[in-house]
């Protein structure tokens, strides 16, 4: 069986919130909230939330802490504030929260961003893990970056039909001790 193989398995919606982080963009032209929130509905699931956040590293921990306590939400993306400047805090908002980094989203994104953008694939600090067994992945803020993490990665991990493995099917173990 290939990598990535749909099987017959039924399809398991999940709820997921959506924050953009920006000091610049509002509802009318948050494009990279758009197109995440575009292709996870499309994809079957359900938006659980949508805010748009300052470059606030607390703004931003506090909104994230509020969606993990919610058992109603099982996934968290967040789009921008990944960069290297000095209000790019997302990563240092969102780390202290994990319970669990996973480590290979990050490198396969910048692999993956690769064909796309060379050697400024370095710049980014995208990272994904669970906090409280909940998902949380967080994307550089282009519109592109969104597209690569949620056509190549994510779409695909949080599938329950996606074989050999995905994310969606671990979630009921993800609070076991």
């Given at each position: ?10 399809f398991?919606?999940?709820r997921i ?5 920006s000091?610049?963009?509002?509802a ?7 197109l995440l929130i ?7 699931h ?5 805010q748009?956040?300052p470059?606030d590293?607390?703004?931003?921990r506090a ?5 993990i306590?919610?058992p109603?939400?099982?996934v968290?993306?967040t789009?921008?504030?990944?960069g ?10 969102v ?8 480590d ?6 910048r692999?993956?961003?690769?064909a796309d953008?060379?050697?400024?694939t ?7 893990g ?10 550089p803020?282009?519109?592109?970056a969104?597209?690569t993490g949620w056509?190549?990665?994510?779409e ?13 099917e671990?979630m009921?173990r993800?609070?076991e001790?």
């Open positions: 069986m290939s990598h990535d193989n749909v099987t017959d398995r039924q398991r919606p999940l919130a959506v924050m953009t982080v000091d610049t963009r509002d009318s032209n948050d494009t990279s909230g758009g575009e292709k996870l509905t499309a994809a079957g359900e938006l659980a939330d949508r748009i956040q470059d590293i607390y703004r931003i909104a994230v802490s509020a969606w306590a919610d109603a939400v099982q968290v993306i789009t921008g504030g990944t290297v400047t000095g209000r790019d805090g997302t990563p240092e908002a780390t202290p929260l994990l319970d669990k980094m996973i290979g989203f990050g490198e396969m994104f692999s993956l961003s690769w953008i060379g050697t400024s370095l710049q980014s600090r995208c990272l994904a669970v906090a409280n067994g909940t998902y949380i992945f967080c994307l803020g282009s519109t592109g969104c597209r056509d190549e990665l994510i695909k991990q949080l599938d329950y039909r996606t074989r050999p493995c995905n994310l969606a671990l009921p993800l609070k001790s």
